[in-house]
């Protein structure tokens, strides 16, 4: 049985309670032990890198340091998490004037060798799209997804690792493994507005809007996400961007694990869709789904 | 006692400037066997020159150290001044005192110049230790090898055979012409690349001076200048020199599997083919990796077809042996591979097309005779955007050089597209315009003013498809706004590298070559077109990016460079070379193992009377004086002239002791 | 500190006619700035390296050495190159068990145009041996 | 517009901050704009990051801390992957928002560093967000507190999404360690930024 070291972020314990459930829901069926880290803290997100180095660094060093210690590949379905945990980890790397501090100020050491992953990667790489192909109880026949990758997981190109930086494919392979139909479109990782949700909340608009109108048009049934963040920008904030674009947009967005729990069997409620703004009850309905 | 002049060579300000050279000067006098020591401005000018010769008859010298530049500068430089002075020329030793200490211990005077005393010294010590060797002479074998059939390799061919000497002209592909036969027109004078080039290349078929060897590589080489072995593997080319060039073999092959490397892979090609309809020799080959025949042994249309029966299938590669006096190399260049561009769309997008592949489009012999189509749908073209700087000037992909020609030959394809089709719009994204040359910028300004091509500048971040459109986001920095441009085709300016195997070849010479692969010069300005291997010889894009007139007139200067050499009779090598002292040879036989020039030999002699022995001897025309003989002699019998290891001890003892005058 | 001077390093480096000599020359040329510590031996060849000159030249009171020559392949010489780098471990070896630190020992690969590569080792060489020189 | 180069901000000050903080050679930077062609947000800045770095290379400080463009990046490091001259632009952003929030340079944005403040208080106290909490100090403070309440703040309520009670590190010693933490790590970003160490 594969352990990760699991780390939710505050996101999935609150607003995307929906991918913390479904995530575990997935896991639990490929066999993927998820170890929640015990009191981890929250990785800073964006604020921590725009206001200290330091407090970037140390936040997500603790949880770094107990994966480390229990020789386990660390893992969060959060991109922004896991963006923070990877830059984290390779910041300590190329300066060794910043890991000397981060002990200081966090009293541990750290040797470098926790192995972050984002889930994605775990589920693709380390359990394997074979494996995965194996447990699919319903094939998602019909389903036009966009995948969307946004900022933090692919970028910068270190983060990406085995993945194309400018057009990455996992998620693509993974809707392609569950039988619907990734669509070819080029807004993959362009940028949500992200952290800017509450402070510039124009922006987001305009950035989520050019997003949901550019998967329109490639003939998008629904955007897949990665990051509980990308999420609550295309999804909760859809109604005031179908409103400023003076269209109703109507796209679901659903999280990868939730698309992957429609194709192990689990039903509507099991993966708390009901939590979306954007239902995607009607669309999943047509397509024979539910 | 030796009698030793030094003399301390400001060079201006480049040594002076930091060295306290009248310092040196004096130390120098300190030392046992120094008579005369001077300093002067520049001792390489002729006053300079003639400074030591005055001093070398006033004080009765013997041996002279002159501490300047590196000797790979003026060696031979100043060889030549002891030698008129009535020396022997290896009874001088330069101290590096410019490259070695001045230009890199600009940081501390004081340091700078203590170090510059030492290593004055240390030359002083090699040269208390220096023998006087005679010249050695070899014979010249007067034809040259010509590596590469593009324009370089052609005019190099032409030049040297019109002297009179003999010429081989390998080229790895079916034909020559190289890069400028894809060309559709030359900047700035907007002519046919073909109606130039073809002519030479009938020149080159038939000059009798010329021996033209296409489909082939060159494999091995050894010897050294005057002297070179080259092994050259004739590629079968399964077609014989019965072939009178007819085509109908061509036109009968059913296969079409490959795509062609002369049209960039934009149009198919047959198994059975020549690059182009113009090709020099006019005989085609076959490509025995897609060849129905070679493959399943079944099909054999093209020997059917044929009229003169000049199909050979049973042909087999061919290594062939010749003796060359020099080498010229000009391998060319490739362009950057722009699949490495994410952004651009990892090659993959069908109408983002490279800069040579624009040529082939709009060349009327290109495979849409000249209709500018998309790829991917071969609908025409009506806003086009051409990028510069793709695999130039970028870092992060490892080519932060400027290709030089792209600019000019990007204002010139946005140029033949306006003139072919006056409805199209052509913008370019630039980051900075580099049009030096004669009537470059004029051209430049052209194609901005009376051609109405849009310059923005700026590079561009992002190309993706939207329906059959593609949306090219760029920015003018000058206006400092993003510009999105939608396009039916993107042309990017690819920058140049040199040829995939670049490097092996310089391997095979022993050529250095930097980190892209881009050959080294001798030196990069008064010795462009010559290499540290003397003899081989160097033009075109192979040593670093240019143009056409450019690769011309250096094709030339190897010709000229060769003929030179070729008109002596006699070839003055160094002498620096090993010799067997045969009295303490043991006869092990290291030396004759080691020796990579077979170089040793071992014979049995009577050493003194009655001691008959099997022991080394030295062939001194085929020695190189390389030293591993030397460094492997476990009696020390073998020594090399020059870099004796009395001279060499002497230098590590004055290394490693301290100055002798500061208290 | 102790008030007595403490002697300057002395490194000696034995470069390569054909690439490292060249290369040093090309750090010049570039002007890229290094200790200045060391002393250059011009050798034909890498091949050419006699342990005797290397044993001599510690026996003189050198702090440390350098061999530089062509990237293997590249020799000038076609193989000079490659009787140095099957000498090197053997002579390295050999050196500590004297009790000479291997930080005082050293070999790189430096072509003609690596001019800022040799500004690179020179530094490393000369760090090496302080180290050596101060920490035992 | 005519402006008076400043040298003491070349050679230091200004320019020599901004690179020992971000640990980037901004000289690198020869003007080619492929970070303000890919730049998602840089329609809505004074002025775009190409500008941006040639105002650091020029020292000009008053003119590029006074306008929104750090505040405005997004930090979605499109620029950092394809620069060709390999500087990590989107780092030099946060270095001018870092500099500024420490009050080394003209603060000229308030949203953003009210937001971190809560941001990073929140974390410091609870280890993790809180997030109804955060919203509602983020909306008073910044003067709008009725921003997002209607529709989304109350259907994310009547969805269940945001929980109003704090999650909090349920380890009274860890949670000390963390404030703790918080405390050390101030002391030392204002060594590192204010130089007072070196």
């Known amino acids: 049985m594969l352990k990760v070291a699991y780390f939710p972020g505050c996101s999935l314990s609150s607003t995307a309670k929906e991918y913390d459930v479904a995530t575990r829901l997935v896991c639990e069926d490929l066999e993927i032990d998820l170890v929640e880290i015990p009191e981890w803290t929250c990785c800073g997100a964006t604020t921590a890198h725009i206001t200290s180095e330091l407090t970037a660094a140390a936040l997500p060093a603790k949880s770094l340091i107990w994966a480390e210690k229990h020789n386990m590949p660390i893992t969060s379905p959060c991109s922004a998490c896991f963006s923070r945990l990877k830059m984290a980890h390779l910041n300590m790397e190329k300066d060794p004037n910043l890991k000397k501090e981060v002990e200081e100020v966090t009293g541990e050491t750290y040797n470098g060798k926790a192995e972050v992953l984002h889930l994605t990667r775990v589920m693709l790489e380390k359990y394997g799209l074979e494996n995965i192909k194996a447990k699919i109880k319903k094939q998602l026949k019909g389903l036009k997804i966009a995948c969307y990758y946004g900022c933090l997981m692919t970028r910068p190109a270190e983060v990406c690792e085995n993945d194309r930086v400018e057009n990455p494919m996992i998620m693509d392979n993974l809707v392609s493994a569950l039988g619907a139909e990734p669509i070819k479109w080029y807004y993959k990782t362009e940028c949500c507005g992200a952290a800017f949700s509450l402070t510039k909340t124009e922006i987001v608009r305009k950035l989520s809007g050019d997003i949901l109108k550019e998967a329109k048009t490639c003939g998008a049934d629904l955007v897949m996400v990665a990051c509980p963040l990308c999420h609550s920008n295309l999804d909760a904030r859809q109604p005031e961007i179908s409103k400023l674009l003076k269209t109703d947009l109507n796209m679901p967005i659903l999280y990868f694990t939730q698309v992957m729990g429609l194709a192990l069997g689990y039903d509507y409620m099991d993966l708390m869709m009901n939590k979306h703004f954007i239902d995607p009850k009607p669309l999943l309905k047509s397509k024979g789904i539910l | ?663 | 500190m102790s008030n007595e001077k403490k002697k300057d390093i002395n490194v000696v480096g034995f470069l390569c006619n054909w690439c490292s000599y060249a290369g040093a020359d090309m750090t010049g040329l570039g002007r890229n700035i290094y200790p200045s510590n060391i002393k250059i031996i011009r050798i034909p060849c890498t091949g050419r390296m006699d342990p005797m000159m290397i044993i001599e030249a510690f026996h003189n009171g050198a702090d440390g050495v350098l061999v530089s020559g062509c990237h293997p392949g590249d020799c000038h010489y076609s193989e000079g190159n490659f009787y140095w780098r099957r000498r090197y471990p053997h002579l390295k070896s050999l050196m500590e068990h004297f009790g000479i630190d291997k930080r005082r020992f050293h070999a790189s690969w430096v072509s003609a145009s690596e001019g800022k590569k040799f500004a690179e080792v020179v530094k490393k060489v000369v760090a090496d041996v302080k180290d050596w020189q101060e920490n035992g | 517009m005519k402006y008076e180069l400043q040298l003491k901000n070349i050679k230091e000050g200004f320019r020599k901050d901004v690179e020992r903080l971000s640990q980037q050679k901004i000289s690198n930077c020869y003007q080619c704009g492929k970070c303000s062609a890919g730049c998602p947000v840089a329609y809505a800045m004074e002025y775009p990051p190409t500008m941006a770095m040639r105002m650091i290379q020029l020292g000009m400080h008053d003119r590029l801390m006074s306008a929104n463009t750090s505040w405005f990046c997004v930090s979605c490091e499109t620029c950092t992957t394809r620069c060709p001259r390999e500087i990590d632009i989107a780092k030099v952003m946060d270095t001018l928002k870092i500099m500024a929030q420490a009050g080394k340079y003209k603060l000229s944005d308030n949203e953003i560093p009210i937001f971190d403040w809560i941001f990073l208080k929140s974390i410091e106290l609870t280890g993790k967000i809180y997030e109804i909490g955060m919203i509602g100090a983020y909306n008073m403070l910044s003067l709008n507190p009725f921003k997002d309440v209607f529709p989304m703040g109350v259907k994310m309520i009547l969805k269940g999404k945001i929980s109003f009670i704090p999650h909090l590190i349920y380890n009274p010693i860890e949670m000390i360690k963390n404030i703790r933490m918080f405390k050390r790590i101030k002391k030392k970003d204002r060594e590192r930024i204010y130089e007072k160490n070196a």
């Open chain 2, 1 to 663: 006692m030796a009698r030793i002049g030094v003399f301390v060579c400001h060079c201006g300000t480049n040594i002076a400037g930091v060295v306290d050279v009248t310092r040196v000067a004096k130390y120098a006098e300190t030392l046992p066997g120094v008579r005369i020591s001077v300093d002067y401005k520049y001792m390489c000018s002729d006053p300079g020159q003639n400074t030591i010769i005055d001093a070398v008859k006033k004080y009765n010298l013997d041996r002279i150290v002159v501490a300047a530049c590196s000797p790979r500068m003026h060696e031979g430089t100043f060889r030549k001044t002891i030698e008129r002075a009535g020396l022997n020329p290896y009874l001088m030793e330069m101290a590096n005192i410019r490259e070695h200490v001045s230009w890199v211990h600009s940081d501390d005077k004081e340091l700078a110049t203590q170090k510059a005393m030492k290593v004055m010294e240390m030359a002083v010590a090699k040269v208390r230790r220096s023998e006087a060797l005679s010249k050695m002479f070899a014979s010249i074998e007067k034809r040259a090898l010509v590596i590469g059939g593009g324009i370089a390799g052609i005019q190099a061919a032409l030049d040297i055979a019109g002297a009179g000497y003999k010429v081989v002209l390998v080229e790895k592909e079916p034909s020559i012409g190289g890069r400028m036969a894809q060309l559709d027109k030359t900047f700035p004078t907007l002519d046919c690349s073909a109606c130039i080039l073809t002519p030479k290349m009938v020149a080159v078929s038939q000059d009798p001076n010329i021996t033209l060897m296409t489909y082939a590589e060159v494999v091995e080489v050894c010897g050294y200048v005057g002297q070179f072995d080259v092994k050259i593997k004739q590629k079968a080319k399964s077609v014989n020199s019965k072939c009178i060039g007819c085509g109908v073999c061509v036109t009968k092959c059913p296969n079409r599997k490959s795509l062609s490397e002369f049209n960039e892979k934009l149009a198919p090609r047959k198994a059975i083919y020549t690059p182009f309809p113009q090709a020099v020799p006019n005989v085609p080959v076959i490509d025995r990796e897609t060849c129905t025949f070679f493959k399943t042994g079944k099909c054999k249309i093209c020997e059917k077809v044929c009229p003169t029966g000049a199909i050979e299938y049973t042909q087999q590669d061919e290594i062939i042996k010749e003796k060359f006096g020099a080498v010229v190399v000009a391998t060319g260049f490739n362009i950057y591979d722009h699949s490495n561009y994410g952004e651009y769309g990892y090659g993959e997008i069908k109408d983002v097309i490279s800069s040579l592949q624009f040529e082939r489009l709009i060349n009327s012999s290109g495979p849409t005779d000249g209709h500018v189509v998309r790829p991917s749908d071969h609908k025409e073209v009506k806003n086009v955007v051409f990028i510069q700087c793709v695999g130039s000037r970028d870092e992060s992909k490892h080519r932060p050089y400027c290709s030089r020609v792209c600019c000019m030959y990007t204002a010139k394809q946005a140029m033949l597209l306006k003139d072919h089709y006056p409805e199209t719009q052509s913008y370019v994204f630039y980051i900075d315009i580099r049009s030096a040359g004669k009537n470059y910028e004029e051209f430049v300004q052209k194609a901005q003013n009376d051609y109405g091509v849009v310059y923005l500048r700026g590079r561009v971040s992002k190309i993706y498809e939207r329906g059959d459109k593609l949306i090219v986001k760029g920015a003018d920095t000058l206006s400092g706004a993003q510009v999105e441009v939608e396009a039916d085709m993107v042309v990017l300016a690819n920058g140049l590298e040199p040829k995939a195997n670049a490097k092996e070849l310089a391997q095979l010479f022993h050529m250095s070559y930097d980190q892209y692969g881009f050959y080294n010069e001798l030196h990069p300005k008064l010795a462009p077109v010559e290499t540290a291997i003397s003899g081989v010889f160097v033009a075109g894009c192979c040593i670093s990016p240019k143009d056409i007139p450019d690769t011309v007139a250096q094709a030339s200067a190897t010709a000229a460079k060769v003929c030179a050499l070729f008109s002596k009779e006699k070839l003055e090598v160094e002498p620096l070379i090993a010799n067997v002292n045969q009295l303490t040879c043991s006869g092990c036989e290291t030396c004759y193992n080691v020796c990579p020039y077979s170089a040793i030999e071992m014979e049995d002699k009577e050493v003194r009377r009655g001691d008959m022995r099997h022991v080394a001897k030295v062939l001194e025309s085929v020695c190189k004086g390389c030293g591993a003989c030397v460094g492997s002699c476990y009696c020390k019998a073998v020594d090399l002239k020059g870099f004796s290891d009395r001279q060499v001890m002497n230098q590590i003892e004055t290394a490693t002791t301290e100055l002798s005058t500061n208290d």
